[in-house]
């Protein structure tokens, strides 16, 4: 008689498969991937012979380089502590000019004084992904938004720079979330720029936290999913209490007359570790199946008491 299968052993052979997937080394790179330094030396040479839809996958090292991404593609560095992009105290250290490029895994730093100088600068760029690195200690801004839209920006680390921390200039309807955005000049500032969705941030020690003309932005996501953390929250209200244990407060953080965060955290938002080799599969895999998953990571972590 035939004895059925247990679940335990289907889920036993699911993850053995999982596993020996991660853990496979390839004989060669995959045509769909370019590796610096083992392909090419330096970054901007390996994005130079890429087609569109390639990834650039860039091991640990420091890469003294301004880098210009004019077609869409995948950047992906091996971890954003010491995967490191210089530009030198000169220009963009990232430019980026076309749609659909992803950026992930990098430390960024070091870019030119005088806008647009920044970490990363995107310029009538649309459905970029800018996720997982720090950007920190530019000699400006830490990212630029040039007449783009459709753009995801999560889960950075936006720290020391010299200017502000992000800058949406004519862009709109981008959506700015999970990002650390700490100890800039100005943690965002928003010119000409409407009907973006900045929501689950932390905004600490940025003098001010947010410049903003009077055009409309989301700055929450409802109740009790909740708006932003505010470092200065408490100094501004100080009589404000929790909404029946959801860790929100109950008094709005005003901005201007048409930029509200109705629903203010009361705790600061984790920035996720997302293993950048498991990131490097999910993008070969599929791409849409990446961003489901971050956004997935990051409603978890916000979820946790």
Known sequence: MKRPISGLVIAMLAVGMLTSAFHAKPVSPSPATITVPDDYSTIQAAINAASPGVTVYVRAGTYPENVVVGKALSLIGE??????IDGGGVGRVVKITADSVKVTGFKLQNSGA????AGINLNHAK???ITENNITANNFDGITLEYSSSNSISGNNITANSKDGIVLDSSSSNSISGNNITNNGEGIRLYSSSGNSIFHNSFVNNN???SSSDLANAWDDGYPSGGNYWGDYV???PNASEIDGSGVWNTPYVINANSTDRYPLMSSIAVPEFPVLIFLFLCMLAPGVTMLVLRGKLHTLRSKP
């Open 114 to 117: 005088f806008y647009p100088n």
């Open 79 to 84: 971890n954003p502590q010491n995967t490191i």
């Open 208 to 210: 001010p936290q947010v």
């Open 235 to 237: 100094a501004r209200y």
């Open 127 to 129: 459905h970029c992904n």
